[in-house]
C-alpha cells in the first residue's frame, strides 16, 4: 500500500509536525475557537532578552528609526489648524533579507541549530521564505522552500519570481507548485523525508521573533521624544507583525499606544482559488480571504 497519497500523508499530519518541530499543538487547543496562547509562548523557553541576543548575532534587528519630515509637512498641510502627527517609519528593509519576516526567520533557526538539525523548511510565496533562506545560510543549515508560485495555466505572480531567485540566490531549494491543497501535502512529505526543521510562521520560535520590533520601536521614540508613540501602524495579513508588534510595544512599557493595521481590501478573493490567485497582485498586506487558520496563534 502507497504511503505517499494525499491521505495517507494528512493522517500523518500529527506526527510528522511534531517530529519536525517538536511541539505537541494538541496541548495548547483548548476549545473549538480557543487556544492558549500564552503557555505555548512561555513553554517555547526564549525571553525577550534571550531572542534580542540571538537576532544580534545574525544582524537581525536594531533597524533604524527615520522621521518622514516631508509626508508630515504635507499632512499638517492638509489638516486643520493644530493638527497632523509627526511621522516616522521604522525601516525593517535594513534587515538581511529585506523585511521584518528577519525577526521570525532568526528564532528558528537557532532553536534548528541547537537542537540539531541538519536544514529548516518553511512553505512561504513572499518574503518569509527569502528571510528563511538567509537565516539557514547565517546558521549554516540546509534550506527547503515550498512555494505556491502558479495558477492552473503556469502563470506566476511576478513578485513570487522575485522571492524564487532570492531564495535561491541564498542558498535554498525551491519547490514551486501551483496553487491549491498540495502545498500543504508537498511540504508534509519535504519534513517527513528531510527530517528538517519546520520553520512554520506560526511555530511559537517565529511569532516570538517578532516581538522585537515593538519593542526596539517604543524604546527608540522613548530616547529620542521623551514619550512612547501615539499610534503604530503596521501592515496586515496574517496577524503576526501586529500581534508581534503590539506584545513589543506592551513589554516596554508603552500599554497605552494605539495599535492600528492597515490592510489592502481583497473582499470576495479566495486565497487556494485558481481563479483568484493572480487576481491579486501582492503577497503581503492583504486581508479578506476568510479565516483560514482561526485556531492558529497569530493568525487574525
Not at 509536525?17 to 492558549?36: E, K, N, Q, W
Not at 529585506?98 to 523548511?121: M, N, P
Request: aromatic residues 8%; glycine residues 10%.
Amino acid at each position: 500500500m502507497r504511503t505517499d497519497t494525499y491521505k495517507a500523508i494528512m493522517d500523518q499530519k500529527a506526527d510528522i509536525m511534531r517530529a519536525s518541530v517538536g511541539i505537541d499543538y494538541d496541548r495548547y487547543t483548548i476549545g473549538p475557537l480557543s487556544f492558549d496562547y500564552e503557555a505555548m509562548l512561555a513553554d517555547a523557553g526564549y525571553d525577550l532578552d534571550a531572542i534580542r541576543v540571538i537576532q544580534s548575532r545574525s544582524a537581525v534587528g536594531n533597524t533604524p528609526l527615520v522621521e518622514l519630515k516631508h509626508l508630515t509637512a504635507l499632512v499638517r498641510a492638509v489638516s486643520e489648524p493644530g493638527k497632523g502627527a509627526r511621522l516616522f517609519l521604522k525601516d525593517e528593509a535594513a534587515n538581511p533579507s529585506g523585511s521584518f519576516k528577519d525577526r521570525r526567520a532568526s528564532l528558528s533557526a537557532c532553536e534548528a541549530k541547537k537542537i540539531g538539525y541538519r536544514g529548516i523548511a518553511a512553505a512561504s510565496s513572499g518574503t518569509y521564505g527569502a528571510a528563511v533562506a538567509s537565516q539557514a545560510a547565517k546558521a549554516g543549515l540546509m534550506c527547503i522552500i515550498v512555494q505556491e508560485a502558479f495558477d492552473s495555466r503556469g502563470v506566476a505572480q511576478p513578485e513570487i519570481a522575485e522571492k524564487t531567485r532570492a531564495c535561491e540566490a541564498y542558498g535554498a531549494e525551491v519547490v514551486r507548485l501551483s496553487v491549491g491543497p498540495e502545498l500543504f501535502y508537498y511540504f508534509l512529505i519535504v519534513l517527513k523525508e528531510t527530517g528538517y526543521f519546520n520553520a512554520s510562521l506560526y511555530t511559537p520560535y517565529s511569532i516570538l521573533g517578532i516581538d522585537t520590533l515593538g519593542y526596539e520601536l517604543a524604546r527608540q521614540v522613548k530616547s529620542r521624544e521623551g514619550r512612547f508613540p501615539d499610534v503604530v501602524m503596521a501592515t496586515h495579513a496574517g496577524g503576526g507583525n501586529v500581534t508581534g508588534t503590539a506584545r513589543g510595544l506592551i513589554k516596554a512599557g508603552a500599554a497605552d499606544t494605539r495599535m492600528v493595521a492597515a490592510s489592502v481590501d481583497v473582499s470576495g478573493l479566495h486565497m487556494a482559488s485558481d481563479r483568484d490567485f493572480n487576481l491579486k497582485t501582492y503577497t503581503t498586506g492583504h486581508t479578506g480571504l476568510s479565516v483560514p487558520f482561526s485556531t492558529w496563534p497569530d493568525r487574525a
